[in-house]
């Protein structure tokens, strides 16, 4: 009897990695899209419902011909999920103009499962005032960036809620008015190559910031005032800024442009 090795090999590889708890499976096909977590369903009955619990969440529009068919997908695999397991990580690589009832159907399920991270990545126009943008319990991590300077313009009526963010970052937004006042317990905040308009003097209100970082915004003709009493970090790239109010204690200053800075006192090093 002849042995053809090569298939062994492969079916005692498959079995190994069968037998890994779902936890692990779960890590192991966290950095793959969701239309190939979704084929595994196809290699055996051990998988074929294993991506229903899946905690990581991880979809893009790039996988596909169209955007209906990249929504009916994504419709697809939220209304199959198994929901008693929380979303604890959504990824979104979007190409193609989101249309409002689009954006609302995402917000919907993530701020009515729990989502503690939310990573949207926008290759094209987001409707102004995103639904999505308001307000969560639960989100802890949130990074928005539009690849399309200007194409995601954020003028809230009210500031966004979100109390139990910690860590925000934001690229390639324009931004007006009140945004973090409600944003409490936000430590960690990145603007990147932002625009401020339609206002002289914007307010950054953030009780426990700890960490700023402004990198290539553009906003000559207005005033910056950072409203943050427990700033410590503050770092700047290639900004142009009329002014910047920032508070009279920081524990470490990093510039690497010049324009005016008013209020920093203690300063370790400005480069």
């Not at 090999?9 to 096909?29: A, T, Y």
């Not at 399309?148 to 139990?164: L, Y």
């Amino acid at each position: 009897m002849q042995f053809d090795h090569d298939n062994v090999r492969r079916v005692v590889e498959q079995d190994r990695l069968s037998r890994l708890p779902d936890e692990l499976i779960h890590k192991i096909m966290s950095g793959f899209d969701m239309k190939f977590v979704v084929e595994t369903c196809l290699m055996s009955s051990r998988w074929k419902h294993l991506w229903t619990s899946m905690p990581f969440l991880n979809f893009s529009s790039c996988q596909f011909g169209s955007l209906l068919r990249f929504a009916e997908f994504m419709t697809h695999v939220l209304s199959h999920r198994n929901h008693q397991t929380e979303v604890s990580l959504l990824k979104l690589h979007f190409q193609g103009a989101a249309n409002d009832f689009f954006v609302r159907k995402i917000a919907n399920y993530v701020f009515s499962h729990n989502v503690q991270e939310l990573t949207m990545w926008l290759g094209h126009n987001l409707p102004n005032n995103p639904p999505l943008l308001f307000s969560s319990n639960s989100l802890k991590h949130f990074t928005l960036t539009s690849v399309v300077i200007g194409a995601c313009n954020i003028t809230p009526k009210t500031p966004w809620d979100f109390p139990a963010l910690t860590t925000l970052h934001l690229s390639g937004i324009v931004l007006s008015g009140d945004l973090f006042s409600k944003c409490v317990n936000v430590k960690n905040l990145t603007l990147e190559s932002f625009g401020i308009v339609d206002v002289e003097e914007f307010d950054i209100i953030t009780p426990r910031l700890s960490n700023l970082m402004l990198i290539g915004g553009k906003c000559s003709r207005v005033i910056i005032n950072l409203i943050a009493p427990q700033l410590e970090n503050l770092t700047i790239y290639h900004c142009i800024i009329r002014l910047l109010n920032a508070p009279s204690i920081l524990f470490h200053l990093c510039v690497t442009r010049v324009f005016r800075i008013h209020n920093c006192s203690k300063i370790v090093s400005v480069l």
